[in-house]
């Protein structure tokens, strides 16, 4: 199978690579890019450690070929960080409250949170439970992640100047 | 878990995409948000040649209300339609029912159509489309044409279009202003598809009842409707339990997929009724 | 000098040492995906293997044709077990004393297993090539049931043993039998059942399930012919027994291996035993002279690697009718599938299931154990657990329930009557334990009193009525357990592994400068080592917890020890850290005394330096004795300040805890919403409490999965029904219960620093908990036992048999 020019914005710089049509974009993250934080844990599109944001949407780069991923943005865990090399927020908060173990669903799960709340700055915890509903952790419960985006959220915005908090929450009423 | 190698295709327009589709024939596929159609490439239980991607296809997208009708191109996320305002209040029950597909990451890039089009009674959006009288669009080499929800589904994948054909848009009527709505839905988790689920609507004459994951279709009932519409509650279970045929799978056996459907179409009947204005 | 000036207790609180909730060194890295796991590594030339896997559960192979497979681009070689023959590894030594096979010889014993092995440039070629081998079968009666697996004209399973008489464990009675283990005392047992007052009788069945850490099993081997070294990279929890077996069973000489654990997503068990993928990896690595990598896919997890549980607890417990326990017998039947996999020290085939007896001082007992083939996956490994000690925990405390029921008290009160008391520990059980300390009451009243026991009955008995009255359609199920566990296997003297003591060890140097670097024998995977090993040294030593690197998993800089599981990394890596450290701190004393000019009696420890006694002025910070050390000549004393300690715990530990769920159920669906989660644990003194809350969290969450809904099923033909994520249950953040943690304190006596470990007491704990919170809803209807997991349907069942639908 003849491969394919692929190109797009990985954490603020253009890359390119070659790869064949059905290389699943974690694959080629991961082994072309060797960007080596979303990781690869049921291939089935449920765990979502491969969890990286793609123009702006939360997605399982296990279930998206690179393909389909040209001329998109991406970012990843290793975008999150600060520009000074110092932990972002988000990272320093699952530190702080313990919101990691393995570390292995880590860097989907702050992904998928950074998304959460870039669309609802000041969710419930219910919200953050729903919100990321779509990545499994096998040694947290949860409770500390739950946590550690309940007080990421809380310093960001601290950080922010005050303005609208018209944040229009990520309803679960349905989903109850 | 690794597809087996397939020519990836991106037209910009319908015409390309269904070209190619008669270009290829059986060997083609096209793929909307993928999470059905990639996970059965990487099972290798879907071997295709060529892969048409429909993403950069600009009239596939869009939500549309207008003249009592809200239409949605193919393409509309389910994200997307849960955080459309006018969609939410115009039909409350598409949101309801969205909210409760899959987890965040899959309604970011899973769509209404490939959602209605795949065939699958594990999906969600096609009982609800019949429940809501729903037309669907298809475009093939013949032009386009109409074929309602109700009329789609064949058999587990297999529906009224033809291979070469693409849905393009879901036609819903809105609601009478004050129709009681409801999707009620009990899973063994998020993320995983109906033990039983059921869209009811019901208005001050009128009553539209389905249900996912209970045959090899989705299971609108026009006996149960009638019943609801009449008030009789269990009338529309009873016709609804008459229709279905569920099958026994990890979810539990068919004695308990009946119960359950029965139990969630009640709470989704009274949700709806405590809804109606 | 800052020095000079802070109190003893705020120079203590900078160490960061026991009791301290440290951050996590490991989070920096973790936090940005600079983690490095197995998968994440790449060589310079490295291949991919993947595995051609039955179909079936129980067939004959006619043939194998590679043909069409090695002309897939990019396909370098398929490995059978014609292969793998000449050199004799087409078998491979289980940890149980059994056999396995690398690759399918002649046939296949359960679907899943690895029959051929693909070598390509990469997994897509390697996926291609797969699916172009090309196997014949010849389908054979397949037995999924280990009850029926021991009729007399079952299916021969086993060809290889035809005839065998004696297994590793002792006689075999049954072409389909491995074992039969028997502990306490019978005869006794049973004349105690014979007279007994009250005897109530179940089977407990702890269903089938699987680690499932989120990340597979995999490696990377990498033979350099040059050197003749081979290195090995994997998802090991146990790095210094796979290098001993590496060498044992493929020759290389053990000083030419390496082997290396990178870190690890989560292991809960599956990484402990050794798998087909390794010792094909290596035989490839070797074939072609290049790096190779073999990961497991999903599927290929939950179908081949390492299952656990699957045990038929037959139980009888007999009591006074006041409730007083008086005996206690149980007939197991383990299904262990294809090949006896287990991963148990090598005496006790069935772990530690002789821990039975629980909490409760229960006189006398007897427990027998029969091992069964079956055509499922290999396994029986200790998922979060130590060894078969949530099997047994579940066992007793389901009896328990089933004594309340029988007697007709509250399992509360039944439980309090028949603890073993806080005076009789040491306490020697009926199957043969000391158990080493506890305080069960008090944990116990401690627990009843935070959920507000007494208030909760009440409730529920409202609630019963109002159901009754038809008001609501929803119960509430008040689950509760006490359990005992036993970890930190273990004591050479009867805990080994392939003949491998079961110490464990730790390597401390201190730096010139006053920081150091230590190693141990373990391998953390998740549970955080590098920050509360530290913890422990700090504390000993004086030297602050950050100053301080924490280096495990390479086999050849770290010391030699029996690696991670079964609860066992704090109670024995734990106690040669504090006695490596113990040591440096004797040689310290030396110098600061000599530095001092005093005599080594003459000064004594103090947080952080050796201080000159009654004249606290005149002093020598750990910082300058370790310098001291790299620099003095002091007659009688080795330069440098380095310590190693191996160590070989006198006794097992036991931790234990209290918990207690709420459950509310709903009838007519069968589902469930855990209202509230108390977990009281006892793991004696507390390293880091913010690691030992997570802990708790975590695995709580599993024994929630496992309880409510995670099973690896198979039908009638040996189908497995469980094989990805959409069908084996593993919860999201939005069916996780909320966690409340609690503990009490009893230090373990004979762990230099009192602890006892802590990161399996939640499964073991939860599952019965969870389980017996169903059981209790129904209780008030006659249910005395049904079987998990309780996922939606089999409680709807219950209600259902229980007539409550009408």
């Given at each position: ?24 974009l ?18 089935t599109s ?5 969890t990286?944001?793609l123009n702006g949407k939360s997605v399982k780069s296990c279930t998206l070929f690179?393909c389909q991923a040209d001329g998109a ?42 998304r ?18 779509g ?35 990520q ?6 | ?7 990836y295709h991106r037209p910009a327009d319908l015409?390309s995409a269904v070209?190619l589709l ?6 083609a596929r096209v793929v909307a948000g993928g999470h059905s159609l990639i996970p059965m490439m990487?099972?290798?239980?879907a071997?295709l040649?060529?892969l048409v991607d429909l993403q950069a296809i600009g009239e596939l997208k869009g939500i549309e209300i207008?003249?009592?009708?809200a239409i949605l191109g193919a393409m509309t996320t389910q994200h997307e339609l849960i955080e459309h305002?006018?969609l939410a209040?115009?039909i409350?029950l598409l949101r309801e029912a969205a909210l409760q597909i899959a987890d965040p990451q899959v309604r970011y890039l899973g769509t209404v159509g490939g959602n209605v089009a795949n065939g699958d009674p594990g999906n969600d959006m096609p009982g609800l489309m019949q429940?809501l009288?729903a037309r669907f669009e298809l475009y093939g080499?013949?032009?386009t044409?109409q074929v309602?929800a109700?009329?789609f589904y064949?058999?587990?994948y297999?529906t009224a279009r033809?291979d070469?054909e693409i849905l393009t848009k879901v036609t819903i ?10 999707y ?7 993320g995983?598809y109906a033990?039983?689920a059921?869209a ?12 996912t ?5 989705p ?59 | ?806």
């Open positions: 199978m003849s491969k394919m020019h692929i190109k797009f914005h990985l954490n603020g710089q253009e890359v390119e690579g070659l790869a064949e049509p059905r290389m699943l974690i694959h080629f993250l991961r082994e072309n890019l060797k960007v080596t934080g979303p990781h690869i844990g049921c291939e449920h765990c979502g450690a491969c990286v944001d690179a943005a991406i970012t990843t865990v290793e975008g999150l960080t600060n520009p000074d090399g110092t932990l972002g927020v988000l990272q320093e908060m699952f530190r702080e409250h313990h919101g990691l173990q393995c570390g292995f669903c880590t860097p989907g799960m702050i992904t998928r949170a950074h959460l709340l870039q669309e609802n700055p000041t969710p419930t915890e219910e919200e953050v439970r729903f919100g990321i509903s990545n499994l952790c096998r040694c947290t419960g949860y409770q500390n992640i739950v946590k550690a985006i309940l007080a990421a959220a809380e310093q960001l915005n601290a950080h922010k100047a005050p303005s609208s908090s018209e944040a229009v929450g309803n679960v009423e349905a989903a109850e | 878990m690794i597809p087996a190698g397939f020519e015409a070209g008669q270009e290829h024939g059986e060997e990487k099972l290798r239980m071997e040649g060529h207008a003249d009592g009708t305002a006018d209040t115009a409350p429940c009288g080499p013949a032009g044409r309602a109700r009329d064949e058999s587990a297999f033809a070469d009527p809105v609601p009478a202003a004050g129709t009681g709505y409801a009620a839905k009990q899973k063994r988790k998020i995983d033990t039983a059921a009811v609507l019901v208005g001050t004459a009128s009553a539209s009842v389905a249900m994951n209970l045959s090899d279709t299971v609108w009932s026009e006996e149960a409707g009638m019943a609801l519409a009449n008030g009789d509650i269990e009338g529309c279970v009873a016709a609804m339990l008459a229709a279905i045929d569920p099958q026994e799978d990890m979810r539990g056996p068919i004695a308990f997929k009946k119960h359950v459907a029965a139990v969630i179409l009640r709470r989704a009947i009274d949700s709806a009724l405590s809804r109606r204005a | 000098m800052k020095d000079e000036v802070q109190s003893p207790e705020e120079r203590s609180a900078g160490l960061k040492g026991l009791g301290c909730s440290r951050k996590r060194v490991e989070d920096v890295r973790f936090t940005q995906g600079r983690g490095n796991y197995v998968d994440d590594i790449k060589l310079d030339g490295m291949l991919t293997g993947d595995f051609v896997r039955s179909p079936y559960a129980h067939a004959r192979i006619l043939s194998i044709n590679t043909e069409a497979a090695l002309a897939v681009p990019g396909v370098l070689a398929v490995l059978t077990a014609k292969d793998l023959e000449p050199l004799g590894l087409h078998w491979m030594p289980t940890l149980a004393g059994d056999k396995q096979m690398v690759l399918a010889d002649g046939k296949v014993l359960f679907q899943g297993q690895e029959v051929a092995y693909v070598v390509a440039t990469d997994r897509y070629a390697a996926a291609d090539g797969v699916a172009a081998v090309e196997v014949d079968y010849e389908d054979l009666p397949v037995v999924t049931d280990p009850f029926k697996a021991m009729d007399p004209d079952a299916p021969v399973l086993r060809e290889d043993l035809a005839g065998q008489t004696e297994g590793a464990h002792g006689p075999r009675r049954h072409h389909n039998h491995i074992f039969t283990w028997e502990q306490g005392d019978k005869a006794a047992t049973e004349a105690v059942l014979a007279e007994a007052d009250v005897v109530a009788e179940e089977m407990v069945y702890y269903h089938r399930t699987h680690p499932m850490p989120l990340e597979t099993c995999g490696c990377v081997a990498s033979m350099d012919k040059v050197t003749g070294k081979l290195t090995l990279w994997g998802t090991f929890q146990a790095p210094h027994a796979v290098r001993t077996v590496a060498s044992l069973i493929s020759g290389i000489a053990e000083h030419n291996i390496r082997v290396i654990s990178p870190d690890i997503g989560g292991g809960f068990g599956n990484k402990v035993g050794v798998y087909p993928g390794y010792v094909c990896s290596i035989v490839a690595s070797i074939v072609t002279g290049k790096p190779v990598k073999w990961v497991e896919s999903r599927m290929d997890n939950l179908m081949s690697t390492a299952f656990a549980r699957d045990y038929w607890m037959q139980g009888k417990i007999a009591a006074t009718k006041e409730g007083k326990i008086t005996g206690l017998w149980c007939h197991t039947t383990a299904d262990h599938g294809g090949f006896d996999a287990c991963a148990d020290p090598t005496k006790f085939p069935a772990g530690f299931m002789n821990i039975c007896t629980g909490s409760y001082d229960i006189p006398v007992a007897y427990l027998a154990v029969d091992g069964v083939y079956t055509n499922k996956a290999p396994g029986g490994v200790a998922y979060r657990c130590s060894f078969r000690v949530t099997e047994a925990a579940y066992f007793i405390e389901r009896m328990i329930e089933v004594l309340a029921i029988r007697l007709n008290m509250d399992a509360a009160e039944l439980r309090r009557i028949n603890f073993i008391r806080k005076d009789q520990f040491p306490y020697q059980s009926a199957l043969g334990w000391e158990y080493d300390s506890g305080d069960y009451h008090t944990a116990w009243e401690k627990a009843l009193n935070a959920v507000g026991y007494d208030v909760l009955r009440r409730e529920q008995a409202e609630r019963l009525e109002a159901f009754k009255r038809g008001e609501t359609r929803k119960l509430i199920g008040i689950g509760l357990t006490h359990f005992t566990e036993i970890v930190g296997a273990g004591p050479v003297k009867n805990c080994d592994i392939l003949g491998l003591g079961m110490f464990d060890s730790c390597e401390i140097r201190i730096h010139p400068t006053g920081s150091a670097i230590a190693r141990l024998g373990t391998i953390s995977q998740g549970q955080g080592h590098a920050t509360t090993f530290a913890q422990i040294i700090a504390s000993e030593i004086g030297i602050p917890a950050d100053d301080i690197t924490l280096e495990e998993g390479d086999t050849d800089t770290a010391p030699y020890g029996l690696g991670t599981y079964g609860s066992r990394s704090t109670p024995v890596a734990g106690a040669a850290t504090a006695m490596a450290a113990r040591k440096i701190r004797a040689k310290a004393q030396m110098i600061a005394a000599y530095l001092l000019e005093v005599h080594d009696d003459d000064v004594e420890f103090e947080v952080d330096r050796f201080v000159v006694k009654g004249a606290p002025e005149r002093f020598k910070t750990m910082k300058e004795i370790a310098f001291a050390s790299y620099n003095q000549a002091i007659p009688g004393v080795e330069p440098g300040l380095e310590a190693v300690s191996y160590y070989d715990p006198p006794n097992m530990t036991y931790p234990f805890g209290a918990y207690i769920c709420v459950m509310e159920i709903d009838v007519d669906t069968g589902e469930h919403e855990v209202r509230s989660f108390y977990a009281l644990d006892d793991c004696g003194t507390r390293i880091n409490p913010m690691i030992i809350e997570g802990q708790v969290h975590g695995g709580a969450t599993e024994g929630y999965a496992i309880a409510m809904g995670q099973e690896i099923a198979y039908d009638e033909m040996g189908n497995h029904k469980t094989a990805t994520l959409m069908d084996f249950f593993v919860p999201t953040a939005w069916e996780t219960p909320h966690y409340t943690t609690d503990f009490t304190v009893t230090p373990s006596p004979h762990h230099p620093i009192g602890a006892k470990g802590v990161g399996e007491s939640p499964n073991v704990g939860s599952v019965p908990c969870f389980s017996n919170a169903v059981h209790d809803a129904f209780r008030p209807f006659g249910l005395v036992q049904s079987h998990m997991p309780h996922d939606h349907w089999r409680i709807w069942k219950i209600a259902e048999d229980l007539g409550l639908h009408v």
